[in-house]
């Protein structure tokens, strides 16, 4: 089962900030926060991963909480391309399955 | 560089017949995984390769369905006797190692109909 909780859908207008939460309460110690998004018809794609503190890269930051209980993947400007649904995940970073749920479906409009 | 490739990228079968979808995952990657994706569902694990351990099976839904690798190329998942169930998007990743980020490499897919 899923270790996350998300937003099943969630609107944007182009060029805000699209901020998608996510609830892991029950993460473990040596666990990390991972976030794919999946556009339609194309295999999921890799968005950025965290541990404990707050990252950023060329395509989202992530803020996680003091607490590891929860965490926020931040888009600075949205786009329609970036419409998609985007999964939040914890697991282990020495590998293994991800566990995938719903995620969130996210429609950026114009 | 090249990414994760899948074949074929669409395959219809008749109920009861048997199936083989090919992956090949990025070269020097020594993790590879198998999901499966229903429509309109979420990603549910299949199967992971990483190097010469044993593989985890523990995502297989039934006897029906096996995997292979050779060394650390190509895979190949076999699905015997189908099922109208076996319908879906079967997709593969990769992953460079067993330290770092976990980030997996996902291909393009191949979607499944079962007649």
């Known amino acids: 089962d899923a270790k996350t909780t998300q937003p099943p859908s969630m609107d944007c207008a182009e060029g805000r900030a699209a901020n998608l939460p996510c609830n892991h309460s029950?993460?473990?110690?040596?666990?990390?926060v991972y976030w794919y998004r999946q556009i339609h018809s194309q295999g999921p794609q890799y968005i950025i991963h965290?541990?404990?503190n707050n990252e950023t890269n060329e395509m989202a930051s992530l803020i996680i909480t003091e607490d590891r209980k929860s965490s926020t993947l931040i888009l600075p400007h949205a786009t329609l391309r970036d419409t998609a649904v985007y999964y939040c995940?914890?697991?282990?970073?020495?590998?293994?399955?991800?566990?995938f749920g719903q995620g969130t479906e996210l429609s950026v409009k114009p | 560089g090249a990414g994760v490739s899948q074949s074929p990228s669409n395959k219809v079968t008749e109920k009861g017949k048997d199936v083989e979808l090919r992956c090949d995952p990025i070269?020097?990657?020594?993790?590879l995984y198998w999901y499966r994706q229903r429509l309109g569902q979420g990603l549910e694990f299949l199967i992971y390769?990483?190097?010469?351990?044993?593989?985890?099976k523990s995502g297989l839904p039934s006897d029906r369905f096996s995997a292979e690798r050779t060394g650390e190329s190509v895979s190949t998942l076999t699905i015997q006797r189908t099922q109208q169930e076996d319908s879906a998007v079967y997709l593969c990743?990769?992953?460079?190692?067993?330290?770092?980020?976990?980030?997996?490499?996902f291909g393009p897919g191949t979607r499944l109909t079962v007649t």
């Open positions: 390769f990483q190097g010469n351990s044993a593989p985890d």
């Open positions: 995940i914890v697991g282990n970073p020495q590998g293994g399955k991800l566990i």
């Open positions: 990743a990769s992953r460079q190692g067993t330290s770092g980020s976990n980030e997996q490499y």
């Open positions: 070269s020097g990657h020594t993790a």
């Open positions: 965290g541990l404990k």
């Open positions: 029950t993460i473990s110690g040596n666990e990390y």
